[in-house]
Every structure is written in C-alpha cells, then in structure tokens.
C-alpha cells in the first residue's frame, strides 16, 4: 500500500507535461486556414507556390514530387520531417532553413504548433 501515494505523485507530475505536448487536430485546422494559399494536403493535390504535403511527415525536406520551385537551402538542408524538425519549421522557416522560399512569420505559440502538427499528421497520410 505504501506505493499508492508514490504512485500518485508520479501521475501528477507527468500530466502538465503531457498535456502540453498533446496537439489538437480540430484546432489545427483551423490553424491550417494560413497555409492553404500556399498548400494542398490530399494525396494527387495540386502544387501551389509550396508543395503539396501529402506524405510529408517523416520524409526528407525539399522531396515531395511534382514540386519544381525548392530552394536549394531545403533540398540541402539534410532534414527529415519528425515533430521537432516540423515545430522548429513552423515556429520561424527562415531561422531553421536560411534561405528558404516559404515566406511564412511562424507560428510563436507552442500549443499552437503541436495543434497543427497533429492536424497535418492526419490531414498528409
Ligand atoms: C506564402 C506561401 C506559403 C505559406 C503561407 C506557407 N508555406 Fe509552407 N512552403 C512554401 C514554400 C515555397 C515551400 C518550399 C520552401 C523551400 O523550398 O525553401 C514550403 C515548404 C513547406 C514544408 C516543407 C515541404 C517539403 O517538401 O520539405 C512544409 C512542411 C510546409 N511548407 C508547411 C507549411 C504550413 C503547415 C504552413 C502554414 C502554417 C505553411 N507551410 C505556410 C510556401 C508557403
């Protein structure tokens, strides 16, 4: 029985942690409305002035087909796009890729961000 407070405690201190970290798909898209000038999600979508994202998550940055219109800074840069790599991306481009050709202010919010990762997780498979 002596475990159970112990037990508890551990619970507690895990939950702040956690629950910042969880995105909200729902609240991602809505968060999505920003990107949609420039992207199509939907597997056969149709390039804008950035790359359809269908397949994105996990793949190397700069590979995504029909897209024509990279900078060599993204092709170059060596990335694979895991949830910290997207979050740096969507927090500030430039300051992740310097040079890049996404012309985009970045997201500054951390919920926001996990928000629309968890929507593009979705949204690109
Ligand atoms: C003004 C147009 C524009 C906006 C707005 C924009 N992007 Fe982009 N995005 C681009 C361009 C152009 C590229 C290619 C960048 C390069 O090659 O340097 C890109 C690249 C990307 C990539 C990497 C794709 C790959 O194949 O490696 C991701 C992921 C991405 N954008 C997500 C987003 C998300 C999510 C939003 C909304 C928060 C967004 N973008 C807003 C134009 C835009």
Same mark, same amino acid.
């Given at each position: 029985?002596?475990? #159970?407070?112990?037990?508890? /405690?551990? *619970? ?6 956690? =629950? ?10 809505? /968060? !999505? ?9 939907? =597997?056969?979508?149709? #390039? ?12 190397? #940055? ?7 219109? !990279?900078?060599? =800074?993204?092709? %170059? ?8 790599? *997207?979050?740096?991306? *969507?927090?500030?481009? =430039?300051?992740?890729?310097?040079? $890049? ?5 970045? *997201? ?10 968890? !929507?593009? %997780?979705?949204? $690109?498979?």
């Amino acid at each position: 029985m002596r475990s #159970a407070p112990f037990a508890l /405690l551990v *619970l507690f201190a895990a939950l702040p942690a956690s =629950a910042q970290q969880a995105g909200d798909a729902d609240k991602g898209k809505r /968060l !999505y409305v920003q990107c949609t000038a420039c992207h199509t999600l939907e =597997a056969g979508g149709k #390039a804008r002035v950035g790359p359809n994202l269908h397949g994105v998550i996990g793949a190397a #940055a700069g590979t995504r087909p029909d897209f024509t219109n !990279y900078s060599d =800074a993204l092709k %170059k840069s060596g990335i694979e796009w895991t949830d910290d790599r *997207l979050d740096a991306w *969507l927090k500030k481009p =430039a300051a992740l890729v310097p040079g $890049t050709k996404m012309v985009f202010v970045g *997201l500054a919010r951390d919920q926001d961000r996990a928000d629309l990762i968890a !929507y593009l %997780k979705d949204a $690109t498979k």
